[in-house]
Nanobody
Framework: VQLQASGGGLVQTGGSLRLSCVAS????????MDWYRQSPGKERELVAATTSGGSTNYADSVKGRFTISRDNAKNTIYLQMNSLKPEDTAVYYC??????????????????WGLGTQVTVSS
C-alpha cells in the first residue's frame, strides 16, 4: 500500500494550509490514518489521528487549529491547518494501517508511510 501526501508549502504566521494523503494499492480495509510531523533535531510526533469509525484525536499543540477528516470511499485523509505558527514548521507524514489483499487466500496487515510534505511557516 502506497501513500502520497501533498499540499505543503510556505505560509506566513496565521495562515492556512490543507494537506491531503491518498492511499493506493490492493487495500482491503484501512483501520487508521494519521498525520505525524518531524522537525529537524526532534522526534516524529503524532499530530492528528482518525479511525474508520470517525473518531479523532489531536496533539495538544494543535487542538482548535487543525482538523483531520477522512473520505473512506477515496482512501484519503485531509489535514486542515489554520492559525499556523512558526513552530508548526516540519515535514508532515501520513501513516495508514489496515489490511491488504495479497491473494485470494491471504489478507495480511500493512503499516505504510508516505514520503512527507514540507510545511514552512514564516514569522
Amino acid at each position: 500500500v502506497q501513500l502520497q501526501a501533498s499540499g505543503g508549502g510556505l505560509v506566513q504566521t496565521g495562515g492556512s494550509l490543507r494537506l491531503s494523503c491518498v492511499a493506493s494499492g490492493s487495500i482491503f480495509r484501512i483501520n487508521k490514518m494519521d498525520w505525524y510531523r518531524q522537525s529537524p533535531g526532534k522526534e516524529r510526533e503524532l499530530v492528528a489521528a482518525t479511525t474508520s469509525g470517525g473518531s479523532t484525536n489531536y496533539a495538544d499543540s494543535v487542538k482548535g487549529r487543525f482538523t483531520i477528516s477522512r473520505d473512506n470511499a477515496k482512501n484519503t485523509i485531509y489535514l486542515q491547518m489554520n492559525s499556523l505558527k512558526p513552530e508548526d514548521t516540519a515535514v508532515y507524514y501520513c501513516n495508514a494501517r489496515g489490511l491488504y489483499i495479497r491473494d485470494r487466500d491471504h489478507i495480511p496487515g500493512f503499516d505504510s508511510w508516505g514520503l512527507g510534505t514540507q510545511v514552512t511557516v514564516s514569522s
